[in-house]
């Protein structure tokens, strides 16, 4: 069709161009590990094989169309990645991940604008979930030399330990840390004075930089002995422990906000322990396992926890009972348990996959110990480090892209135990 525009009230002039209705559906299935796709078209994605990450146009108008669908059902097993090259999704920059992880599902993408760039119409029933991008350095602090300490030690991208940092803030053993706000780190809670009832519930920030600032002032029950992980969108919280005036188990959690800020206590769901593990898996999800619920000795049960932080009831565990170990992510998705007292030293993991199903234990390597610490390094790989055999020790673990923990690495920095570990930083 052609013709002059009618109804023009800024007076423009112009051909109309005869166009098809609807998008143009490309009829070859996409089956390669990367593709780029172009505005006005439909694309069928058969991740049957590999996993698929989909480059969107670099330029975009407002009201331009793209349509993604599974072909084969099959993005729950190898999932699809929108990489937005350059442009926002739904706010965003594109160094956020998105991922489409559930099969059968088709997306409908809008251009809106510069502000808020490609943002789906319809996606299914499942909402997309965004995670920052993955940190890159990591940070280890406290813990016990056989006194309470405030050292803390920085690891690079390449998960390489450096030396022993002054401390920042209280000294204390059996705190907790968290990766917040996407680059940044948070420590928190502990004991001050290694005694049966010294307990505090201070937190100390960590800059995307890896410096550590002053106490800020405790929030929710003090205790020692929990764990804490990140979730949703630069999101943290500190999970379970030791304290309270009674020095009690409890189960109770504190969400921290995106710009470091912890939050009142939230009631306890499921067994009350001390001594867990918490980690990330899966896209914005979270998981808190093992430990000792005092009643019931140590556990091998573990709670699920929402990307909006709802933690969730006990499931029934698996592999070695034991407390005082710790976690890492690793891979895309998924994470890893490692290491903690049995009744004896252990080295054995236990893989969780992108479902947050915790795996039997695989047989340990490196020297077997309990209350290291563990953090994510190097966008897909992780550590463990320090922690206690027959006295406090400073060797590291490392983990790698698919779960393979190293022999020991010599350690560097003070030997201690019950430190606390966290990722920061996305630049490498």
């Not at 940190?135 to 280890?140: G, K, M, P, S, Y």
């Not at 390489?160 to 204390?172: L, S, W």
């Amino acid at each position: 069709m052609s013709g002059t525009i009618g109804s023009n009230i800024l007076s423009h002039s112009g051909i109309v161009a005869e166009t098809a209705a609807g998008l143009n559906w490309v009829s070859d299935v996409v089956t390669a590990s990367t593709v780029t796709v172009e505005s006005g078209n439909g694309y069928w994605i058969n991740t049957t094989s590999n996993a698929c990450t989909i480059t969107l146009p670099a330029s975009a108008e407002a009201g331009d169309n793209i349509v993604i669908v599974d072909f084969a059902r099959t993005w729950g097993t190898n999932n699809v990645e929108i990489d937005s090259n350059g442009l926002k999704f739904q706010g965003n920059s594109d160094a956020f991940e998105v991922k489409y992880t559930t099969d059968g599902q088709s997306i409908n993408l809008i251009f809106s604008d510069s502000t808020k760039g490609w943002i789906p119409l319809e996606d299914d029933v499942v909402a997309d979930a965004t995670s920052p991008p993955p940190t890159q350095r990591a940070i280890f602090g406290f813990g016990t030399t056989g006194s309470v300490s405030s050292l803390t030690n920085l690891v690079n991208s390449n998960g390489v330990v450096g030396n022993n940092v002054t401390g920042v803030g209280t000294a204390r053993v059996g705190p907790a840390a968290a990766s917040y706000g996407g680059d940044k780190a948070i420590f928190g809670y502990g004991d001050p004075d290694a005694s049966s009832t010294g307990k505090t519930n201070i937190s100390n920030k960590v800059s995307n930089s890896g410096v550590v600032a002053s106490d800020t002032s405790g929030v929710g029950t003090v205790r020692k002995d929990l764990s804490a992980t990140g979730y949703g969108v630069g999101l943290a919280l500190f999970y379970g422990g030791q304290g309270g005036a009674s020095n009690a188990i409890v189960g109770m959690t504190n969400l921290v906000n995106s710009s470091g800020v912890v939050a009142s206590d939230t009631s306890g769901v499921g067994t009350a322990r001390k001594g867990t593990a918490s980690v990330r898996y899966g896209v914005g999800t979270a998981i808190a396992g093992f430990g000792n619920s005092d009643a019931g000795g140590r556990t091998r049960i573990n709670n699920l926890i929402s990307d909006t932080g709802v933690v969730a009831s006990d499931t029934t565990g698996v592999g070695t009972q034991r407390e005082y170990l710790a976690a890492t992510s690793y891979g895309s998705g998924l994470a890893l348990f490692g290491y903690g007292d049995a009744g004896s030293n252990t080295n054995v993991t236990n893989k969780v996959n992108s479902s947050g199903v915790v795996a039997s234990d695989t047989s340990g390597v490196g020297t077997a110990r309990y209350g290291p610490a563990a953090a994510n390094y190097g966008g897909d790989k992780g550590i463990f480090g320090y922690g206690n055999n027959s006295g406090q020790v400073s060797m590291t673990n490392l983990i790698s892209n698919t779960g393979v923990a190293s022999a020991d690495v010599s350690g560097v920095g003070t030997a201690r135990a019950q430190p606390a570990a966290a990722g920061y930083s996305t630049s490498a």
